[in-house]
């Protein structure tokens, strides 16, 4: 029934290490977006794909890689992991991308780098 | 670009009682959309209420509603007869109507005391 789903939910690593994490939605959208929320609380967006193509890439390292495998997944791949890595991420969906659909956020995945 | 800017970091209200939280913004968009998304300690992103620029009337969900106020560039949110359960990180978000992200806020936290 999970709407927008993440795994894995908590991720512990070391600094140097590459991860991922994997969102599927089921509920048909075409727009997926990864979403980072810092120490701060603070919710900025990284990427948004829209049917599978890639809409929007904020500035953000090189080292963090989105692939949409299809419509209803969007997975985030991070190379050489750095302390200020450690967040919140948050996948999201939404019916189309334009301005008023309500986006579907998925729970997040608390990544902590040590 | 567009700004979001929430300046009560935290709030505090009595159940029961009505409390309301600032968002002001600045976009040269004529065309755009407005959200207040509440974050609860579970982390989860839920929507609380959304705002069409290009309508004139508040929108109201349940004990929700908003002031919007285009020429100002506001928009608040109202909570009436406040309970426990609203006690959250509050986020106001603007997205233009042919944008692919939102952009929040830095958030109000809500405090509801018995």
């Known amino acids: 029934d999970t709407a927008v789903s993440q795994t894995p939910k908590y991720l512990v690593t070391q600094m140097g290490n590459d991860k991922s994490i994997k969102c599927e939605q089921n509920?048909?959208?075409?727009?997926m977006y990864w979403y980072k929320q810092d120490s701060k609380k603070f919710l900025k967006i990284m990427f948004s794909?829209?049917?599978?193509?890639?809409?929007i890439n904020e500035t953000v390292p090189n080292r963090f890689s989105p692939k949409s495998p299809d419509k209803a997944h969007l997975n985030l791949h991070i190379n050489s992991l750095e302390l200020g890595d450690s967040a919140v991420y948050f996948c999201?969906?939404?019916?189309?991308?334009?301005?008023?659909?309500?986006?579907?956020f998925g729970p997040g995945t608390r990544l902590t780098v040590l | 670009a567009q700004t979001v800017t929430q300046s009560q970091p935290e709030m505090s209200v009595q159940e029961a009682e009505t409390v309301t939280l600032s968002c002001t913004y600045d976009?040269?968009?004529?065309?755009?959309?407005l959200f207040w998304y509440k974050q609860p300690p579970s982390r989860q992103m839920i929507l609380v209420i959304r705002?069409?620029?290009?309508?004139?009337q508040n929108a109201t969900e349940n004990r929700f509603s908003v002031n919007f106020q285009k020429a100002a560039k506001s928009f608040s949110l109202k909570i009436s007869d406040s309970q426990l359960g609203d006690a959250a990180m509050y986020f106001c978000?603007?997205?233009?109507?042919?944008?692919?992200?939102?952009?929040f806020g830095k958030g109000t936290s809500l405090l509801v005391t018995p």
């Open positions: 509920l048909g959208h075409d727009t």
């Open positions: 705002q069409e620029a290009y309508k004139q």
């Open positions: 976009t040269s968009e004529s065309d755009y959309y």
């Open positions: 794909y829209n049917n599978k193509e890639l809409i």
């Open positions: 999201a969906s939404s019916p189309s991308g334009t301005g008023g659909n309500e986006q579907f």
């Open positions: 978000a603007y997205n233009p109507n042919s944008g692919y992200a939102l952009n």
